[in-house]
């Protein structure tokens, strides 16, 4: 008899907490569902859909929202909101952040008996936006950035190289908001990169082809410049050697544009004494009084006088003549 007790005590004891662990696991059932915005989401219990659903009994936020009694509903809020369909599952249409929160499904036996209550946490995510893929080619490798503007982050930013993902290097916030990861490539390899960003529920990729020709960006920059500055350099020199000469020419043009100065010429000098005619003694004429030494050659070529007068011949006397016959 003890032994019976026993074993019923026993059984009961079991029963009692699979019971238990039954229904602790039917009512504390919850479920994380995200949805796009402006979208429909479908919130379904987990009783099979084959499964004939006595009563089913949604809300939220212990409001009423529809309720299925033996094929027949009934809805207690928007009808075009709401539609729910004959296996207990609940859509919404065109959602709208009002809509998240927790959502109820109560299922009940023929009996009234109460089998599942589910509780489901709606959230929302956008769609995500169009990534953009930059790169950077090295002599020494090649960096690739996938950036997109997202609040909150995105579930996922990857780059693929020919199907094969490339070694993640970094990952940061810039300060206008949007995420950017930088991947690591083949060194100076040229082909098909694409950047995919999801956040589980949408995904949106940027396909580019990169072809690296192995010279660096920085050696390229360095080149142009020199260019620059060469020009520059060469510029100056021609503008000088011009306002060189230029001042050389005016130097010769104010020369030649100095006034040019004209003595008085000594009367004394206008004639010039015939020698004495011979048989005679030269006659003693008055000493003239002297002259200043004339000027130095160069500044006499330079000033220009006016031409001297040619001195007139005297006629000898017959007398003279007739003496030497």
């Not at 987990?46 to 009423?64: A, F, L, Q, R």
């Not at 100065?261 to 004494?273: H, L, W």
Request: aromatic share 8%; with cysteine; charged share 25%.
């Amino acid at each position: 008899m003890v032994l019976k007790m026993n074993f019923k005590e026993i059984f009961l004891a079991k029963y009692l907490v699979i019971l238990f662990f039954s229904v602790k696991g039917s009512l504390g059932k919850l479920a994380k569902v995200s949805a796009i915005l402006s979208e429909s989401v479908l919130l379904n219990i987990s009783s099979p859909v084959n499964e004939k659903i006595d009563e089913v009994k949604w809300s939220k936020e212990g409001h009423m929202i529809a309720k299925l009694i033996n094929s027949s509903i009934v809805y207690y809020a928007n009808k075009e909101k709401y539609c729910l369909f004959g296996n207990g599952t609940l859509k919404i249409e065109q959602l709208v952040q009002q809509d998240s929160g927790n959502y109820t499904a109560e299922v009940y036996h023929s009996d009234g008996t109460q089998s599942e209550t589910k509780n489901i946490v709606l959230s929302f995510v956008e769609r995500v936006p169009q990534p953009l893929l930059t790169w950077d080619c090295t002599r020494k490798q090649l960096k690739l950035t996938c950036e997109v503007k997202q609040d909150p982050k995105p579930v996922s930013q990857i780059i693929h190289y020919d199907d094969k993902s490339l070694k993640l290097i970094k990952e940061w916030k810039s300060p206008n908001g949007s995420w950017n990861v930088e991947y690591q490539g083949t060194k100076n390899a040229s082909g098909k990169y694409t950047c995919t960003v999801s956040n589980g529920l949408t995904s949106k990729s940027d396909i580019r082809y990169i072809k690296c020709t192995g010279l660096d960006l920085l050696l390229i920059l360095c080149i142009a410049g020199g260019a620059v500055v060469f020009v520059i350099i060469l510029v100056l020199l021609i503008y000088c050697i011009r306002r060189k000469r230029m001042e050389h020419y005016e130097e010769e043009d104010d020369d030649e544009e100095m006034p040019v100065q004209i003595f008085p010429v000594e009367d004394g000098m206008k004639q010039r004494e015939l020698p004495p005619p011979p048989g005679r003694a030269p006659q003693r004429q008055p000493r003239q009084p002297q002259r200043p030494p004339p000027q130095s050659q160069p500044q006499a070529q330079q000033l220009a006088a006016p031409p001297r007068p040619r001195p007139r011949t005297q006629q000898r006397p017959p007398n003279r003549i007739k003496e030497r016959t």
